[in-house]
Each structure stands twice: as structure tokens, then as C-alpha cells.
């Protein structure tokens, strides 16, 4: 039984509509990129108190803030570029008991609860450096994950984390944050690792596995505006088995469910590792975009119109991103040394060595506050990135000149002219969209190979997705194959280097999809690609004096992923 009365509240979707012709209805200019984390364990966690971690939010926050804390071995630890905004989402389910030891308090949860937001408020520093008052709801069973963050926009009021202990239906998670919105409490959930949701993150049914209705798709757009696409325990943009002309699509992929002890349908555990491979149709965030608009022709609505953020998930209370200074994504007890790194065995029973150092959220705002960055969450103005800092702009309209990338006035125009990431065009009149992109290199990290145009649209029932390589490092041009060569690797494995010698520090495009037509709907969002870079592992590997393993990829590409721009016919 549904725990809360079912009750509809309009979707806010700010700037993102733009009629054939007309100019763009939203905020003014967004000014600035700011970069996060959405996703970060303390002690508080109970599986993080497990694997040995001993750090606070207080802790999480001056790390992220670019402070030195305390390490294991001895030393301190701090990131060499501070996060500009941070959410610790502790696990809900029975918050901090692990950590209390035997014999809690009955009031343990609600004491850590106050805790979590009293560091939030802490650590606010407006225009500086942002916090979120946030919790993980953790739904995972053998038959996968469904996992969610909530985040809330301020720290007044706030209620008491609902958890799967009070329900494991998603739709009842929706219910709750529509009641405390009409009590003034307002809050967002993020889907993450629908990678290992065996299909159930974007299956085409609700819960309980009836159809769907747009009463169903307005309460999920209005609560989960944006996605997680990449984390520690992979990424979730597509697989090679949705995407076979891809050839980037086969990358940091964690293709073994959460939570399971045997293979679904086995008789018990594989040889040497117990492994459950999850099913990838409803698990990847491509799929479900395009799926989504496939519904919107047909049926009048979409449940899948979502933007995009990264996260780390790291359970050590450090967001370590960086990929040569990666201390422990797990614990103490687990692998914050080097050594434990390259040995074990975490809870999900893959070698460690298959966690990725990822990801982080980039928003568009004016300002480093609360309110400007809960606004760009929920209008979608945002992008993941796999812990690079790639600066990147994307913006879709009727009008734009050849030219518009000319001038120091190119962003407001862009706004002007059209949508930014996260936006809506609509009805054609008889002309191609025109997207304008452009992209910067993370100022100490690689240069990139690429920007990328990856289109998604649907025709008589069937969906379809083409990507387009629409600006190319180095003079590349794309071949008659329709595929672009190789930008080049100039990594050392043994040394665990690389250089900048191929690659450009930023690119740019204005482009016009050859294949549109006004009567189809589509979905194109962008992805930026670095040249090849040392993994985290191969850091560890060349610092052991090791060679490098030979079950992960010693290399890596770097890239980020902009929130989507929709078109919809007037139709």
C-alpha cells in the first residue's frame, strides 16, 4: 500500500523551452561552471564504519574544501583542486548504528541525522564553498539497485530521512518529498548506478510492473530531474551491447549487481569470485533517453527526461577523484593503502582494481550558493564529468550564425538564441536545429581528442541513436567509414606517464544535424574526450614498481557528459 496520499504538483522546468523562432524563455546568463560531489559516505554509513572508515562530515567537508586530513599510514591527505560544492549522503537505513557500537541510544538516528545537518550548516560559506544536506535511500536486492540520493535545498525543517525501512517502492520515495514540498520542504532525488539495476532503473513499467501513465511520468520528472551517469562503481551511459558502433562504449563498465550471493537462476557461486552479471536492456542512461522520447511521440510523455551529474559513492569520506592522487574509495580496513589497493577483493566481489576514481557534477550558475545550484539541478543546466574538470558549453537553437562563437558575447547569445543543456526546442519550421559547443581542457589535466554530438530519436515505433564526431584535435577528419583515426596514446605504462604532445587544449563546433526531421522527435547531448591517460591503477602499479594488471585497462579517455537538449515537433 502506498504510504502517502497521491498528490500531483507541477513539474518546474525552468529554461527549457524555446518555440521555431523565438527567443529562449528562462534565467538570465549562467556565468559560471562550479564543480562537486553529490555522493560521498562517512562513518555514519554503515558499510563504511565496516570497511574501517573513521572520518566525519565535518571530515568530508574539509577535505573537499582542499584542507589536509588524516590517513591511515600516518600521513595527511588533501586534494590538489578543492571541490566547489559537496553532499554527504549517508546511508538512511539504521544511520549511524555500525558506528555506535553495541548498545545505541534509542535516539541514535535522529542524533546523527542532526549531526549530518549541523556539519552542513558548518560549513556553508556562501560564494565559496556550498553544502547540501543529503542522505542515500538504498534499495538493493538481487534483483538490483535502485538507489537514491536526496538532496535538499535548505537546512530548515528538515524530516527525518525516509528509508526502505519505510518502503522500498521508489514511487513512495516520490510521495514523501511531494509531501514535505507542500510543507515548504523542498528536495530532489538522483538514480545512481542504474548500471547494476538488472534493467529495473529505466524499465518501461512503474514498480509494480503496470504501465505507465503521465501522472507516473510527471511525479518522476518532478523528482528526479537529473541522473547520476558515472561513479566509483562504473559508468552508466551505455554498453556495447546498445550501443555496438560505438567505439567509446566500452568504458569503466561494472557489469556485476549489488547485494546478490549466487547468479540469479544458479545453483551458487561461480569459481573463484561470485559474480551476478546484470541484464543491460533498462540499465543504461542512453537507452532510457531515447526510450523516453520514443514515449513522448506515442503516448504524449516522457519519464525520461533527465539531466546528468557524476558522483565518487566513495565510502571513505574523501571525494579522491584525482586519478594520481586516489588515497581509498572504500575504507581503512579495505584499501587505503597501496598495497591493499592492488590486492583486494571488495564487497561486491570484483577485484577493487574494476572501481573507477569518478565522477563529478558541473553546474552552470552566477553564483556559488544553495539556491543557484539547486536551481541549475533542477533546469538541468548541469554535466557529469569522470573527475576531469573539463570546461564545456552546449547550446541548441533556430538562429545561430556561423559566427556565433565569434566574440566575447557568444554565451549570451547562445542563451538568447536558443537553450542551454537541460532545455527544449520546439517546432520546426522546415530548419535543421543548430547546436553550438565548446569545450576547454581541464587546466592541469589532458587535452582533448574530441567533441562528440550523440543523437537519439525514434521513427514508426523504433528508436535509433548516431553519434557525430563534430569537432577533431589535431586536423583529424572523419573517414568514409564515418569513423575519425585515433587521436594517438602517448602514455607510459611502466612510468605512469604522459605527455601533451597530440590533443588540443580546447575545441569548439557549430553544427546542423544533416539528418533531422522536423516531424521526429530526438534527444542530442555532448561528450568531450580526453586523450589516453594513466588509470588510477597504473599509478599505483608504476609506484609498487609492478607491471600493470592485466584485468583492467591500463589506460583510460577521460570525458564528460552534458545534460541533453530535447526536440519536440508542434505535432
Same mark, same amino acid.
Not at 587535452?447 to 564526431?469: C, H, M, P, S
Given at each position: 500500500m502506498r504510504r502517502f496520499a497521491k498528490k500531483l504538483w507541477p513539474v518546474t522546468l525552468l529554461a527549457t523551452g524555446v518555440a521555431a523562432g523565438a527567443a529562449a524563455q528562462g534565467p538570465a546568463v549562467s556565468e559560471n561552471v562550479y564543480f562537486g560531489d553529490l555522493h560521498l559516505h562517512t562513518r555514519y554509513s554503515n558499510d563504511a564504519a565496516t570497511f574501517g572508515t573513521t572520518r566525519t562530515p565535518d571530515d568530508a567537508y574539509r577535505y573537499a574544501k582542499g584542507e589536509a586530513v588524516p590517513h591511515v599510514g600516518g600521513i595527511e591527505i588533501r586534494l590538489r583542486t578543492p571541490l566547489d560544492f559537496l553532499a554527504v549522503t549517508d546511508h538512511a537505513e539504521n544511520i549511524g548504528r555500525r558506528q555506535a557500537g553495541p548498545n545505541p541510544p534509542p535516539n541514535l538516528g535522529q542524533a546523527v541525522w542532526a549531526d549530518i545537518v549541523a556539519a552542513a550548516v558548518r560549513h556553508y560559506a556562501p560564494g565559496e564553498f556550498t553544502t547540501f544536506a543529503a542522505y542515500e535511500w538504498t534499495v538493493g536486492t538481487r534483483e538490483g539497485n535502485l538507489h537514491r540520493n536526496v538532496i535538499f535545498a535548505g537546512t530548515d525543517d528538515l524530516p527525518f530521512p525516509f528509508s526502505r525501512l519505510d518502503s522500498d517502492n521508489p514511487e513512495d520515495l516520490w510521495d514523501f518529498l511531494d509531501t514535505q514540498r507542500a510543507a515548504g520542504v523542498e528536495a530532489l532525488a538522483i538514480p545512481h548506478n542504474s548500471n547494476v539495476s538488472n534493467g529495473k532503473m529505466f524499465a518501461l513499467v512503474d514498480f509494480a510492473g503496470a504501465p505507465m501513465t503521465a501522472d507516473y511520468a510527471a511525479q518522476r520528472l518532478r523528482n528526479e530531474p537529473v541522473v547520476e551517469i558515472t561513479q566509483a562503481k562504473g559508468t552508466s551511459e551505455t554498453h556495447?551491447? =546498445?550501443?555496438? +558502433?560505438? @567505439?567509446? $562504449?566500452?568504458?569503466?563498465?561494472?557489469?556485476? =549487481? =549489488?547485494? $546478490? +550471493?549466487?547468479?540469479? !537462476? !544458479?545453483?551458487?557461486?561461480? $569459481?573463484?569470485v561470485v559474480r551476478v552479471d546484470g =541484464?543491460?536492456? !533498462?540499465? *543504461?542512461?542512453r537507452e532510457a533517453l531515447v526510450n523516453g522520447v520514443r514515449m513522448q511521440a506515442d503516448r504524449g510523455f516522457n519519464p525520461f527526461q533527465f539531466g546528468f551529474v557524476g558522483a565518487t559513492d566513495f565510502h571513505s569520506g574523501t571525494s579522491a577523484v584525482e586519478e594520481d592522487n586516489m588515497t581509498s574509495m572504500s575504507g581503512d580496513a579495505v584499501d587505503a593503502t597501496l598495497e591493499e589497493r592492488l590486492v583486494t577483493n571488495t564487497w561486491s566481489r570484483l577485484p577493487f582494481v574494476a572501481r573507477s576514481a569518478a565522477g563529478l557534477t558541473a553546474a552552470w550558475a552566477n553564483e556559488n550558493t544553495r539556491e543557484e545550484l539547486y536551481a541549475a539541478f533542477r533546469r538541468r543546466e548541469t554535466y557529469a564529468t569522470t573527475g576531469t574538470r573539463i570546461n564545456v558549453r552546449f547550446f541548441g537553437g533556430w538562429d545561430y550564425a556561423d559566427d556565433v562563437l565569434d566574440g566575447d558575447d557568444w554565451v549570451a547569445r547562445g542563451y538568447a538564441g536558443g537553450v542551454p543543456m537541460g532545455g527544449v526546442l520546439r517546432g520546426a519550421e522546415g530548419e535543421a536545429p543548430v547546436f553550438v559547443v565548446r569545450a576547454a581542457k581541464d587546466p592541469v589535466a589532458a +587535452?582533448?581528442?574530441?567533441?562528440?554530438? &550523440?543523437?537519439?530519436?525514434?521513427? @514508426?515505433?523504433?528508436?535509433?541513436?548516431?553519434? *557525430?564526431?563534430v569537432a577533431l584535435s589535431d586536423g583529424r577528419r572523419v573517414g568514409p567509414t564515418?569513423? $575519425?583515426?585515433? &587521436?594517438?596514446?602517448? &602514455?607510459? &605504462?611502466?612510468?605512469?606517464? *604522459?605527455? +601533451?604532445?597530440?590533443?588540443?587544449a580546447s575545441l569548439e563546433a557549430v553544427w546542423r544535424d544533416p539528418d533531422f526531421d522536423p516531424d521526429v522527435h530526438a534527444v542530442y547531448y555532448v561528450r568531450v574526450i580526453e586523450i589516453p591517460t594513466p588509470r588510477w591503477s597504473t599509478y599505483d602499479t608504476a609506484a609498487a614498481g609492478l607491471p600493470p594488471r592485466g584485468d583492467v585497462m591500463p589506460t583510460l579517455q577521460e570525458r564528460a557528459y552534458t545534460s541533453p537538449i530535447w526536440y519536440m515537433p508542434d505535432n
Open positions: 556495447p551491447v =546498445l550501443s555496438p +558502433n560505438d @567505439e567509446f $562504449a566500452d568504458f569503466e563498465l561494472f557489469p556485476e =549487481l =549489488l547485494l $546478490a +550471493n549466487r547468479p540469479i !537462476g !544458479g545453483d551458487g557461486p561461480r $569459481a573463484g =541484464l543491460v536492456p !533498462g540499465s *543504461y542512461v +587535452n582533448l581528442d574530441r567533441i562528440q554530438v &550523440v543523437k537519439g530519436w525514434t521513427a @514508426e515505433g523504433e528508436t535509433f541513436e548516431r553519434i *557525430y564526431d564515418g569513423k $575519425a583515426p585515433p &587521436v594517438g596514446n602517448t &602514455v607510459d &605504462v611502466m612510468l605512469a606517464t *604522459y605527455t +601533451n604532445d597530440i590533443g588540443a
